[in-house]
């Protein structure tokens, strides 16, 4: 018999496709302690994976979806991380403050957002940003992982038709230009952009924390 842990997990396909390039460039920033946040974690694949990948870290996944909260912690369950991985969080995005449980404040050390920035209004990541620049210490990183344009244009054909149909399916949606989002970042003090391409006409971009954000 299938037991209910089992049924409330999810499986998204393009995870298992990125998780492995996605992981390859979080290697190179991110810390080797302390706790990291994921925001809409989704299924929570990603999450046990990066937590198996990356033992010196607390990986604290959230989403705003029950049914996504239910399969992150059947994916920690199978994955018998319980012991060493928290449960999901139920965060939205736009709550402020984040309700973040003590010891992964206390330890925060980056914000990971995968496949966030494009698909949800652009006054999720603004919100995103503002708060990931109050959340983290100096020296922390906030983390985005998707497609983007870069100067206004689209970095292939592919992409401008995944942007066309994002926007057909929400007119608030769509692939974001990455000077944009480094204005918004930079407006509270993240700063020092870094990107990375990956597979599939991806970026990895991160930013630092530099100082106390303005209030």
């Known amino acids: 018999m299938v ?4 049924q409330d997990r999810l499986y998204f396909p393009a995870t298992e496709r990125n998780r492995g390039p996605i992981g390859d460039a979080l290697v190179e920033i991110l810390p080797q302690q302390g706790s990291v946040l994921e925001i809409a974690s989704g299924s929570g694949e990603h999450a046990v994976t ?3 990948r990356f033992p010196g870290v607390l990986w604290q996944a959230s989403d705003p979806d029950a049914d996504h909260c239910k399969s992150i912690n059947a994916w ?11 449960q999901a969080l139920q965060l939205d995005v736009l709550e402020r403050p984040w309700p973040l449980p003590e010891p992964v404040s206390v330890e925060l050390k980056a914000i990971v957002a995968i496949n966030l920035v494009h698909i949800a ?6 919100s995103l940003v503002r708060q990931a ?3 983290l210490p100096i020296g922390g990183r906030l983390i985005l992982y998707g497609p983007y344009r870069r100067n206004g244009f689209h970095t292939s054909s592919s992409n401008e038709a ?3 149909s994002l ?3 929400n007119t608030l949606w769509g692939v974001r230009d990455l000077g944009d989002v480094e204005k918004i970042c930079s407006d509270v003090n993240l700063k020092s952009m870094h990107v990375q391409e990956l597979p ?3 970026l990895m971009i991160s930013f630092s924390k530099s100082v106390c954000p303005n209030r």
């Not at 209004?121 to 603004?126: A, D």
């Open 133 to 135: 620049s109050e959340s």
């Open 3 to 6: 037991s209910p842990t089992d």
């Open 76 to 86: 920690i369950e199978h994955e018998c991380l319980g012991a060493q991985m928290p």
């Open 200 to 202: 599939a006409n991806n």
């Open 162 to 164: 995944f942007d066309q």
């Open 167 to 169: 926007r057909e399916r």
């Open 50 to 52: 990066f937590q198996r």
């Open 121 to 126: 209004p652009w006054i999720c990541s603004q």
